[in-house]
């Protein structure tokens, strides 16, 4: 356990759901992520969020929504997703939003039917 | 663009021997690295960092950075079957200038033969 939880763990939705994926940290951390992992390809950082605020967003299609209540919540919203959107989506949370050590949620299997 | 370049494996050990797991990084001026351990299934641990040119040594475990080659590498000494598993190389490239990126090699497998 890294006090990171998400969930849910696994979620099959349609095209034209709407969902939400949870993430919360127990750390005590600033900074909070969320990272999208796909098979055979490199995790990609999809948005942070510093002090509540967001600080990057790595052109991410708006068909996905984050929210971030309070330094230790963070929300995903997913709305019309595409079959490729499929994926891990892993949180992640550090002490503050750069030059510190990352640690991962145990992520939640999305599948987009 | 940056980039960080892992051989994907697998890389096959036997019991006992050194793991070499292997970095390489396009930006220069990058100034944080880390290695996780990502089990099948499970999401990335991270299980060393390292900030300084040279080696840092946790246990079974050795991190070494080279900035000038702009490598860094992971020795496992006394490699265990529970060792088996994907490790990721990920490089920061700014120290506190407001950069948040993290970013993530494809990985390497590794697979320990008992």
């Known amino acids: 356990e890294t006090g990171v939880t998400q969930t849910p763990r696994h979620l099959v939705m349609g095209m034209t759901n709407k969902k939400s994926l949870k993430c919360e940290q127990h750390?005590?951390?600033?900074?909070m992520y969320w990272y999208k992992q796909s098979a055979k390809k490199p995790l990609e950082l999809m948005f942070v969020?510093?002090?509540?605020?967001?600080?990057e967003n790595n052109s991410v299609p708006s068909r996905f929504s984050p929210e971030c209540p309070n330094s230790s919540h963070l929300f995903l919203h997913l709305h019309t997703l595409q079959p490729e959107d499929s994926a891990l989506y892993l949180c992640?949370?550090?002490?503050?939003?750069?030059?510190?050590?990352?640690?991962f949620g145990p992520g939640t299997r999305l599948t987009v039917t | 663009q940056k980039e960080v370049e892992q051989n994907s494996g697998p890389l096959s050990v036997p019991e006992g021997a050194i793991a070499s797991l292997n970095c390489t990084y396009s930006?220069?001026?990058?100034?944080?690295f880390f290695w996780y351990r990502q089990y099948s299934g499970k999401s990335p641990e991270l299980i060393m960092f390292?900030?300084?040119?040279g080696d840092k040594e946790d246990g079974r475990f050795t991190a070494q950075l080279n900035k000038a080659s702009q490598y860094v590498s992971l020795l496992i000494r006394d490699s265990q079957p529970s060792d088996s598993a994907t490790y990721l190389c990920?490089?920061?490239?700014?120290?506190?200038?407001?950069?948040?990126?993290?970013?993530f090699g494809k990985g390497t497998k590794l697979s320990v033969i008992p």
């Open positions: 990920a490089v920061e490239p700014f120290s506190g200038a407001g950069s948040y990126q993290l970013t």
């Open positions: 969020y510093s002090l509540e605020e967001r600080v």
């Open positions: 750390l005590g951390h600033n900074a």
């Open positions: 992640a949370s550090s002490q503050g939003a750069s030059d510190y050590e990352q640690y």
């Open positions: 930006d220069r001026g990058s100034q944080s």
């Open positions: 390292i900030y300084s040119n």
